[in-house]
């Protein structure tokens, strides 16, 4: 991370996430296919009402782990192998706190906050039931993320992957059995998500509890007494888990208003939803190596170094973001009739990726600027940032005209829209944060 050629370097370490994250999606679209088709659009519609209420619920403490990423890689910069071990052990405490509260507030809130969202009679009772089995892997879920940030901030994204894909298997194989063999249905298909995340988490915490000092996770020495280093994760992490939440509180707006077309505008919506992770897997994998190499380098002093692996990100993001685009828009009746046959249903999802999968490459402009600023400690620029450009004018155009003219494609367009403004305002912020630390630098 610290010497070499950054575009080499980046995109080793970016290619294990990238394969993670398509790998990861390809196993939760098994799980929409399987009820799509041996189930029923409206099961089809109930698991992918849940996605902006699963991600309301984890997104502050998946933010959390990106601290944990943050602070472990700046301290390896400066070769402080007791602040790792000081970290990791809070990080570790962090993991299993988090879980069980998460486990208890995805229980305690399944019914009422899907009938805020005015999911309709036909879909609630499977909504519901799928989240409520789904929040039984929660702790799984956040001991896998905090791990695999471990790893990932000294440079290890290989074994993170190697976990992805023995729970991706499990999940898969499961899936079929409980849907077609035990005919769960919904809840089949959340269980084996459940299942498939504890053979995730499991396999991350046998490399942890292995791995060399200062690494190496012992649960004995789990704690919260480290201030210095709760305080630095939680510094960067709860603005960066913020903005996920209020991000995703946003996409529970659109959701609503997605709810409102009816069960087949919510089936093709959750069908189209599987390519538009995929796109931001790719970018994801980027931003997760800015804000790694950042940290670093960071660490190290190295401020020009920061901005070759801003540009480096931006460059390879856009490139491979653009290819699946367009790719995804060009095929889009073949790529959703994966999902369904039901006619209505493929309209309305080919509709959400023309208007949204398409676009996502501009995304990229304020992903790779915003993990850039994180990883120079700068988490809450960020954040206020993407609550205005991005969650704010969602909600708006949510609640005004603008977005409620009974088109789903006028609906939707918020998102390239709002992509739009919050990179440029994103790109700003980090030529003045670097200015300002080039002068400071220079004095």
Same mark, same amino acid.
């Given at each position: 991370?610290?010497?070499?050629?950054?575009?080499?370097?980046?995109?080793?370490?970016?290619?294990?996430?990238?394969?993670?994250?398509?790998?990861?999606?390809?196993?939760? /679209? =098994?799980?929409?296919?399987?009820?799509?088709?041996?189930?029923?659009?409206?099961?089809l519609?109930?698991?992918?009402?849940?996605?902006?209420?699963i991600?309301?619920?984890?997104?502050?403490?998946?933010?959390?782990?990106?601290?944990?990423?943050?602070?472990?890689?700046?301290?390896?910069?400066?070769?402080?192998? &007791?602040?790792?071990?000081?970290?990791?052990?809070?990080a570790?405490?962090? !993991?299993?706190?988090?879980?069980?509260?998460?486990?208890?507030?995805?229980? +305690?809130?399944?019914?009422?906050?899907?009938?805020?969202?005015g999911?309709?009679? &036909?879909?609630?009772?499977?909504?519901?039931?799928?989240?409520?089995?789904? /929040?039984?892997?929660?702790?799984?879920?956040?001991?896998?993320?905090?791990?695999?940030?471990?790893?990932?901030?000294?440079?290890?994204?290989?074994?993170?992957?190697?976990?992805?894909v023995?729970?991706?298997? =499990?999940?898969?194989?499961?899936?079929?059995?409980?849907?077609?063999?035990?005919?769960?249905?919904?809840?089949?298909?959340?269980?084996?998500?459940?299942?498939?995340?504890g053979?995730?988490? #499991?396999?991350?915490?046998?490399?942890?509890?292995?791995?060399? &000092?200062?690494?190496?996770?012992?649960?004995?020495?789990?704690?919260f007494?480290?201030?210095v280093?709760?305080?630095?994760?939680?510094?960067?992490?709860?603005? !960066?888990?913020?903005?996920?939440?209020?991000?995703?509180?946003?996409?529970?707006?659109?959701?609503?208003?997605?709810?409102?077309?009816?069960?087949?505008?919510?089936?093709?919506? *959750?069908?189209?939803?599987?390519?538009e992770?995929?796109?931001?897997?790719?970018?994801?994998?980027f931003?997760? +190596?800015?804000?790694?190499?950042?940290?670093q380098?960071?660490? *190290?002093?190295?401020?020009?170094?920061?901005?070759?692996?801003?540009r480096?990100?931006?460059?390879m /993001?856009? !490139? /491979?973001?653009?290819? $699946?685009?367009?790719?995804a828009?060009?095929?889009?009746?073949?790529?959703?009739?994966?999902?369904t046959?039901?006619? &209505?249903?493929?309209?309305?999802?080919?509709?959400?990726v023309?208007?949204?999968? #398409?676009f996502? $490459?501009?995304?990229?402009?304020?992903?790779?600027?915003? *993990?850039?600023?994180?990883?120079?400690?700068?988490?809450?620029?960020?954040?206020?940032?993407?609550?205005?450009?991005?969650?704010?004018?969602?909600?708006?155009?949510?609640?005004?005209?603008?977005?409620?003219?009974?088109?789903?494609?006028?609906?939707?367009?918020?998102?390239?829209?709002?992509?739009?403004?919050?990179?440029?305002?994103?790109?700003?912020?980090?030529?003045?944060?670097?200015?300002?630390?080039?002068?400071?630098?220079?004095?």
């Amino acid at each position: 991370m610290l010497g070499g050629n950054v575009y080499r370097n980046m995109l080793i370490f970016a290619l294990p996430l990238i394969a993670s994250g398509v790998l990861q999606q390809s196993f939760n /679209s =098994v799980d929409v296919a399987v009820v799509g088709r041996f189930v029923g659009h409206h099961a089809l519609a109930a698991v992918g009402s849940n996605g902006p209420v699963i991600n309301l619920i984890v997104n502050l403490f998946l933010g959390i782990s990106v601290g944990v990423n943050v602070v472990i890689a700046n301290y390896l910069g400066r070769s402080n192998n &007791e602040g790792v071990k000081r970290a990791v052990a809070t990080a570790t405490a962090l !993991a299993a706190v988090s879980g069980v509260l998460l486990l208890v507030l995805g229980e +305690s809130v399944a019914a009422p906050i899907l009938v805020a969202l005015g999911t309709p009679d &036909e879909v609630l009772g499977d909504a519901v039931a799928y989240l409520r089995v789904y /929040s039984l892997g929660m702790p799984f879920m956040m001991v896998y993320n905090f791990g695999a940030a471990i790893l990932r901030s000294f440079g290890d994204t290989r074994r993170p992957f190697y976990a992805l894909v023995a729970g991706g298997f =499990v999940n898969v194989g499961l899936n079929l059995f409980f849907v077609l063999v035990c005919g769960m249905g919904v809840s089949g298909v959340a269980l084996a998500t459940v299942i498939a995340n504890g053979v995730s988490a #499991a396999f991350i915490y046998k490399v942890l509890s292995r791995e060399q &000092e200062p690494c190496r996770v012992d649960p004995r020495l789990m704690t919260f007494n480290h201030g210095v280093e709760l305080g630095k994760i939680l510094r960067i992490g709860v603005p !960066a888990g913020l903005q996920g939440m209020v991000f995703s509180f946003s996409n529970v707006f659109i959701q609503s208003a997605v709810n409102s077309f009816g069960a087949d505008a919510m089936a093709g919506s *959750a069908a189209a939803l599987n390519y538009e992770l995929y796109g931001y897997f790719i970018i994801s994998a980027f931003a997760q +190596s800015v804000v790694a190499f950042t940290g670093q380098n960071n660490g *190290a002093g190295n401020l020009r170094r920061c901005s070759e692996v801003l540009r480096a990100g931006l460059v390879m /993001s856009l !490139a /491979s973001s653009v290819c $699946f685009d367009l790719a995804a828009g060009l095929f889009a009746v073949g790529a959703v009739s994966i999902f369904t046959t039901v006619p &209505e249903v493929i309209t309305y999802a080919v509709t959400r990726v023309r208007c949204c999968t #398409a676009f996502q $490459f501009i995304a990229c402009s304020y992903e790779m600027a915003g *993990a850039s600023l994180r990883g120079q400690g700068y988490s809450m620029t960020p954040t206020v940032i993407t609550v205005i450009g991005t969650c704010l004018l969602r909600l708006v155009w949510v609640m005004t005209p603008l977005g409620l003219d009974g088109s789903f494609a006028r609906l939707l367009s918020v998102y390239p829209i709002t992509w739009v403004v919050t990179g440029i305002a994103m790109l700003m912020a980090r030529v003045a944060v670097t200015r300002r630390l080039m002068r400071e630098t220079a004095r």
